[in-house]
């Protein structure tokens, strides 16, 4: 057993007896001789006391020698002792959020019963919802980003500070062939196009990176934006010195959390790359000054670009927040397979934690009128490259209104098989500041909801499923009344 782990148990122990007994920790230091200071030290595990001292405490408080120090807990600690066994505290990047881990032991010992029960059934839930420890790790960062409105001025100054020492010219759009010279020249990388292919298992992956040779295998079909991105990061392992790293894209599992965070800042710095700061806001002032908006416009801006429209839209929820002050917006990935009616939502990002569309688990139906659903269904009716859409979506439920772009684009590891990505703007007065277009009156507005089991929206003619959650809350609402009558005519 770890001895941080003892000196924890032997404090909790001790002061669940104290309590029990209803002492203070002045009526404890008076009772064994003890100093307070010492006794605090004791029950907040920093300090474990000698055998000697030991014996003081268990002859003062009536309590076995054996008892006291034994690793058993009762059935009000035990939560405890199962957190601490399984290392939960030691998998939460709470450094990330500027948590010690002592000030968590500390949370949980000043009220164990309740802070265990409450950690249990986070757990119990996760175990319940299969939720990984990957999931955990990638949630963790997710709301690290939101918390710093996922703008990283640290990784645009290095993208700055890199592009100078390299000569990378950031005025033009950046080729694969200039950052794969930097990769071997510089970094001693070996390319190779080819070994992938013959290996039908990794068909799903687009790069593995083998750091003892500094072999970068890449999939044959990728185009020359997706190798600019896998170029990209690679630098960034190597140009921020991150040794903790991941070597598949996609990944296929993490190993610990600094993989998972590491990950994150290749992926920024790659996109603040190649996707510069100050073209992409020169860009999006000159959209946001037109009195009307086409599809051309902003098609133009992507294409100003060596990237994925994904990657588009991944800096857009970079700049939006920090150049134009527009915080709060949310971004949805779905993929969608065509002959079917399935849409995943395989990644989210909220920065203001208000907007309604969040990935569920519970086999519900996501609103059918949203943008990034139905270019889905455009593209794979049309067979177009690229299909865009706009619309201001209006929450009724919530009298929240966003502006909401949306692009799909066909998977080109999957055969019929599309992605749709969506950045969603809330309309508020700094909306209207920014943007002139933002009361055209040639934006479509669609009322939506989220999902069809939980819109009151009557005349739907996409709905998949009836109101059930609605329904099932007016009754309950119906019952509660009438129980209500009851108790007043019966307490006359």
Sequence with gaps: MEQDYI??????????IRTDKELSLFGLSKLTGLSKSY???????????????????????????????????????????????????????????????STMIDIISNAPSKVTAFISTIIDIAKNYNFSKE?????????????????????????LSFAKTYQVNLEEPIKSEELEE??????????????????????????????????????????????????????????LKI?????TFSWIKFENFDQVLNNFYASYFAGALIIPKARLVSDLKDLFSKKTFKSKDFERIINNYNASPESVYHRLTNILPKEFNLKSLFFLRFSHQKGTDDFILNKELHLSKQQSPHA???????????????????????????????????????????????SATADPFVADQYRSICIGIQINSQFKRKIAFAESKSLKQIDVGVTCERCAISDCEVR????????????????????EQLQEKFSK
């Design 39 to 101: 006794l605090n030290e004791i029950e907040k595990g920093k300090k474990y006391p000698k055998p000697d001292k030991i014996a003081q405490l268990s002859e003062q408080l009536e309590v076995p020698y054996d008892e006291l120090v034994s690793l058993k807990l009762d059935k009000n600690l035990a939560p405890i002792g199962e957190i601490l066994q399984s290392k939960i505290l030691k998998e939460i990047p709470l450094e990330l959020f500027g948590i010690q881990e």
């Design 135 to 159: 999931s955990f790790y990638l949630a963790s960062v997710r709301s690290f980003q939101e918390a710093n409105n996922n703008y990283f001025d640290d990784l645009e100054n290095s993208v």
């Design 243 to 247: 040794t903790e790293r991941l070597y």
């Design 7 to 16: 000196k924890l148990i032997f404090g909790l122990k001790l002061k669940q």
């Design 182 to 239: 930097i990769l071997v020249e510089e970094y001693g990388y070996t390319i190779n196009s080819t070994e992938l292919e013959s290996h039908t298992e990794l068909k799903n992956l687009r790069s593995v990176f083998i750091p003892k040779s500094k072999s970068l295998l890449l999939a044959k079909h990728i185009d020359d934006a997706q190798k600019t991105f896998i170029y990209a990061k690679e630098i960034a392992y190597n140009y």
């Design 464 to 483: 998949q499923a009836k109101p059930t959650v609605i329904l099932s809350k007016q009754m309950d609402d119906k019952i509660a009344s009438v129980v």
């Design 360 to 406: 569920n688990e519970s086999d519900e139906h996501y609103c059918r009128r949203w943008a990034s659903l139905k270019v889905l269904k455009e593209i794979s009716i049309s067979g177009n490259s690229h299909e865009i859409d706009i619309q201001i979506s209006n929450y009724p439920s919530e009298d929240k209104n966003y502006l909401v772009l949306s």
